[in-house]
């Protein structure tokens, strides 16, 4: 799969320096030709010799190299992607503010090639304002991260940090490195909770954060999809820095029917990650409801079903995927889901479960499609769930293909 590739491979200096050795080796079984870089920091953690042994070609650490003069630019310039694993805080700030200070950073400045950041750090230091930052930052600009795991840490200590697992570095490199399986595809995604007024300044919610559904709109664009991202919450990192993905705002269940039904009639992949509220006020106050008068008696009524209305006037070749958030029964209530609203793919969600669905940076799914066995993602990042969701919808599209030029029947 990477036969031919040359991937500049940065080691940064962090305890999880020794699982680059891993990547390495994994890297260079899939045909790469992999070119090693290590930090003064990295030095401390890994030898040389183990690196350059495994490795494609000897290490180099040093900008100021006689026998080449400007290293940096030659491996930025003839790399296909540069991979920095571990990257600690030091180095991503370095990279997030543009600053040079060893051949590594450099190198990243230096190039124009696709960037893969794999961060790995305690618990506190991948949740101080600043690092969070300068992630967002280079997420803006497009560089591939492979979010950290949560686990043991060095000394000890338990939490999120540790280097993603070797396994998913290498897949994260395929997936930038492959051919982009969802070129030309016309994607639609909605995400976050809706939020139905009550008054002029209540409104009933939901706890929806919207990071699952901006995820799967960032891995569609990423495998060279034209995405339409319909969200309820905020999307800065998205609006503007990424030109393929179109966000559109919206608060209401109503509203994000109005905005399904018009930009999934022309969409290929419709995926509807929205938590949508089952129930809204049937009458909204314009103004505030004063707390004097007592407690308001609310009388409710069913919104729409968006996604079934969705499964019924689906066009011909479309793929269309629900969630199901449960909190009992999971897989059962998913498939009765999956036929009810007549839907490709469903995505179900143990709720109930640590680290799972609303608000975390983590989930674990069951992917259900028509006749097939489910297939269960165990708790990763969001990140991971939404390639592993969109590996889901290329089966679908190439199964469908496949049917349209061979029919079984
Ligand atoms: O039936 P349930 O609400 O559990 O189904 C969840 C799926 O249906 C999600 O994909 C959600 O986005 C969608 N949904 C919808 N309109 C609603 C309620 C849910 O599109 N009113």
Redesign the pocket.
Known sequence: MLTGKRIVLGVSGGIAAYKAVEVCRRLVDAGAHVVPVMTRGAEHFLGRTTLSALASEPVQTELWDAAEPIPHTRLGQTADLILVAPATARVLSAYATGLSTDLLTNTLLATRAPVVVCPAMHTEMWEHPAVVDNIATLRRRGVHLVDPESGRLAGGDVGAGRLAAPERIVAAVERVLGPADLAGARVVV?AGGTREPIDAVRVIANRSSGKQGIAIARAAADRGAEVTLVSTVPTPGLTGARPEIRVVDVET?ADLEAAMSAHSRSADVVV?????A?FRPKAVADRKLKKADGPPEIVLEP?????AGLGATKRAGQVLV???AETDDLVANAER?LRAKHLDLIVANDVGAPGVGFQHDTNAVTLLTPGADPRTIGLTGKDDIAHAVLDAVVEIRSAARTELAHPTT
Do not use: E, H
């Not at 919104?303 to 996604?307: R, S, V, Y």
């Open positions: 909605s269940a509807m990650a929205a938590a949508v089952d919104t729409p079903d968006i996604l629900g969630f199901a889901k």
